[in-house]
């Protein structure tokens, strides 16, 4: 069996059977399998993960079981066959259905005769396939082309109308660039780009940030020059919150929902590893990621604590010069790296982000010191989370004050979508 099929069929198997992270997973399966080309597995993978709803409407023509009642097993080998055969034009339509159902006399045993009548049922009846029309449900096709749940395609035609949603739609399906931000207590980013390039990769400079590269080539995660903290893997939607804050040696910055780090680290770094950072996380598990981190880049001055960022740490009150409030979100801005969130279903938790993130801003708002900065970020793109939370803050805070805002999309800045609002409290008269 090609072992990148075969560690292909082991990610997207996690991904539907244990709701698993596709990044997560893909990595760790990658690790375990050592497949020939990790390049083919991942887009192979993401590519599924993309276009799921779309290959499952296909996939439903010619089959009676409803796909929600399909076995884990059986809807992923045919998800990753109709793929290879409808957009990896390297690999013949025989192929593609000849290792499908190679992997399901392993995996899927006694489906192997149903994968091939599906996959061959399609290649020769493609043509008389009948698609919902835009005229007919604007939300049906819209979702059915980009793959979106339809909830996500409803709020952005709501809030964006139907050009810039669709816009948003399709800029979710692309491909990221890898990009890494650069550990200056460690490097620069010149030095840091030689060696990376003597090494074999291709390395570019960022679009947006002096401390950012993209980078193609093989085992960027993990390696001598990540391991040794010369860089840490961040998109630069990722990196613009920390930027907007412009934390500065010697002074007390607290980030209230810290974990897993990549922000923490960072403001660490803007403050040249001097000052105070106070780095607060709910869950002591995720707390440790932020320790991890900061131990691998060479950092000694964060203070990581277990905590509920819904309520104000009285300690912290009226100290910090900078607080970061990155809160929890829908994460609708990060569907290139995370496709499966594209999928998911509108539900009470999700309902209720705008009420938890006014909390956690009210509560943060405390540690901020007179003429101290207050920034609010989300990785989402939705403005009951993003500038309806913010708008609704100013209202009941007159002490603070909305210095600048900005909504970051794929679409047009060709990062994760962040949203950003940079705050101040009034010096006291």
């Not at 440790?288 to 309520?311: E, F, H, P, Y």
């Not at 594209?342 to 007179?370: C, M, N, T």
Request: net charge positive; proline share 4%.
């Amino acid at each position: 069996m090609d072992k990148n099929r075969k560690t292909s069929f082991y990610i997207l198997r996690d991904v539907e059977k244990n709701k698993a992270y596709s990044n997560i997973a893909a990595n760790i399966h990658i690790a375990r399998q050592n497949p020939s080309s990790p390049s083919f597995v991942r887009e192979l993978v993401f590519g599924v993960l993309r276009r799921k709803i779309y290959l499952d409407y296909i996939i439903g023509s010619f089959v009676k079981t409803p796909i929600e009642k399909m076995r884990a097993e059986d809807i992923t080998i045919l998800r990753m066959g109709l793929y290879q055969i409808l957009y990896m034009h390297s690999v013949p339509d025989y192929a593609a259905v000849n290792e499908s159902v190679f992997i399901a006399r392993i995996f899927a045993r006694g489906r192997d005769g149903f994968v091939n009548g599906v996959l061959r049922q399609y290649l020769r009846d493609r043509e008389y396939l009948e698609f919902p029309r835009r005229e007919d449900d604007i939300v049906r096709y819209l979702s059915l082309r980009y793959s979106y749940d339809p909830w996500i395609v409803r709020l952005w035609l709501d809030e964006f109308g139907e050009a810039k949603a669709e816009k948003l739609l399709a800029a979710g399906d692309d491909v990221p660039p890898l990009t890494i931000r650069v550990n200056t207590l460690k490097t620069d980013r010149n030095n840091l780009r030689k060696r990376l390039t003597e090494r074999g990769f291709n390395v570019y400079e960022g679009r947006m940030f002096k401390n950012a590269l993209l980078i193609e080539g093989r085992d960027v995660i993990g390696g001598r020059f990540y391991d040794s903290g010369l860089y840490s893997i961040q998109d630069e939607g990722a990196m613009a919150p920390v930027a907007y804050l412009g934390p500065k040696p010697g002074e007390i910055v607290v980030d209230v929902c810290a974990a897993p780090g990549g922000k923490t680290t960072a403001i660490a770094e803007m403050m040249k590893n001097n000052g105070d950072i106070y780095a607060l996380d709910i869950y002591k598990r995720r707390i440790r990621l932020v320790d991890a981190q900061a131990s691998r880049l060479g950092i000694g001055i964060i203070k990581t604590m277990v905590w509920d960022a819904t309520n104000t740490r009285s300690e912290l009150i009226d100290r910090a010069d900078r607080v970061l409030c990155d809160v929890p979100c829908s994460g609708l801005g990060t569907v290139r790296h995370k496709p499966e969130i594209k999928y998911r279903h509108w539900d009470y938790e999700l309902e209720g982000l705008p009420s938890k993130q006014r909390d956690i801003l009210a509560s943060s708002s405390a540690y901020v010191k007179p003429g101290g900065v207050l920034v609010y970020s989300t990785c989402t793109i939705s403005r009951r989370e993003n500038e309806s939370v913010t708008e609704d803050f100013l209202k009941k805070n007159r002490d603070f004050v909305k210095l600048e805002q900005k909504q970051f999309t794929t679409a047009d800045d060709d990062t994760d979508g962040f949203y950003v609002c940079k705050m101040q409290r009034r010096e006291k008269t």
